[in-house]
């Protein structure tokens, strides 16, 4: 099953990879900020190294403050037109970093003006690139920071770039998706991370980034942000479909129905992407257990039957039939695209 599954990671992410020119970089740059954690100084987030995780490679302000600030300045001014921001201290999950923010111009470093296009009430995202309606004189470049995520804000790196429309090179990553429910979620169980190794592991994608959220983080919204990811995984789950909280799964709707972005997912995520598909997450889900035979109303189940006659409780497993075993798997040509697949046994 594992040779199955890399098998399947390392075409779907060959399939789906774009490629990108060679980033711009600010030179000559200045930092400072609101406030500092120790080995932690402002110049770390203009170091041109993206993704480390040590001290000395980002900023972070210091803990229990209201708000902060950081910023860059030239020593004389520069157009700008797209910020690139790669923001807390997690290689995956989005923690300790600025939640609320705009970014501000000056060119006396006393008069700010907020860049509106860059204003973020309720951030998610590790990776944003902000474009401009057009280029900017700026000399001082300020991230104003009202909250955070977390106990204080953490920025790896800013890079910024003179034309709004530049290409900006990016690695491809991609969005890792627990499907679980709010309490588990809540445990800290860390059901869908496991796809980032498991993406890794396959040839030619070992240094892949990642992102690793929970259904309420995922929609459309989150999905369309530049650098755009490269596709989604969706976890597996632990309870019935009658159970479940369907208000988290209407941004997977949103995806969904937009098509634009590849997504596997595993189990209960699969169950679920054919629920949505079927009857939204606006309608009642039901489940094996409380169904009606004959007015069902969800069309995709975690079981077959049962081995006892019951009656048996939503969420109990325990008297459950399900797939098991070997069985074909044949992936036919796709004659839009031209791509073959092979067949395989799981």
């Not at 973020?120 to 944003?128: L, Q």
């Not at 977390?150 to 770039?161: H, N």
């Not at 009606?292 to 459950?320: E, L, V």
């Not at 399900?322 to 695209?337: I, N, T």
Request: neutral net charge.
């Amino acid at each position: 099953m594992r040779r199955l599954q890399m098998t399947t990671l390392a075409v779907l992410l060959t399939l789906v990879a774009r490629f990108a020119p060679e980033r711009a970089r600010a030179d000559n740059v200045r930092a400072s900020a609101s406030s500092e954690q120790e080995g932690s100084p402002a110049a770390g987030a203009v170091d041109a190294d993206r993704f480390a995780l040590d001290d000395r490679h980002a900023w972070r302000g210091k803990a229990g403050e209201e708000s902060w600030w950081w910023q860059c300045a030239w020593s004389e001014p520069r157009e700008v037109g797209a910020i690139l921001q790669i923001v807390g201290d997690d290689s995956l999950a989005f923690r300790n970093a600025p939640k609320r923010s705009v970014w501000q111009a000056s060119l006396d470093g006393k008069t700010w003006t907020d860049l509106e296009e860059t204003a973020v009430a309720d951030e998610r995202r590790i990776y944003r690139l902000h474009r401009l309606s057009s280029p900017r004189q700026i000399k001082f470049l300020r991230m104003k920071i009202e909250s955070a995520q977390g106990e204080f804000p953490t920025l790896r790196e800013v890079q910024v770039f003179a034309d709004p429309k530049t290409d900006v090179e990016f690695p491809e990553w991609i969005v890792a998706v627990s499907t679980i429910d709010r309490a588990e979620w809540e445990k800290k169980m860390p059901e869908g991370r496991q796809f980032v190794p498991l993406a890794r592991s396959c040839p030619g994608w070992e240094h892949l980034q990642a992102q690793f959220v929970w259904l309420d983080s995922f929609d459309e919204a989150f999905v369309s942000v530049e650098p755009q990811p490269l596709c989604a995984f969706l976890s597996g789950n632990f309870s019935d479909f009658c159970q479940k909280e369907r208000t988290v799964w209407r941004g997977t709707q949103e995806v969904l129905e937009k098509g634009r972005l590849p997504i596997w997912a595993s189990c209960g995520g699969a169950q679920g992407l054919a629920i949505l598909a079927e009857v939204g997450a606006e309608r009642p889900w039901d489940c094996p257990h409380c169904r009606d035979p004959k007015n069902p109303k969800s069309p995709i189940y975690g079981h077959i039957g049962h081995t006892s006659a019951g009656p048996h409780n939503c969420g109990d497993y325990s008297a459950c039939l399900f797939e098991r075993g070997k069985q074909s798997v044949l992936a036919k040509a796709d004659e839009r695209s031209g791509v073959r697949g092979a067949c395989a046994r799981v």
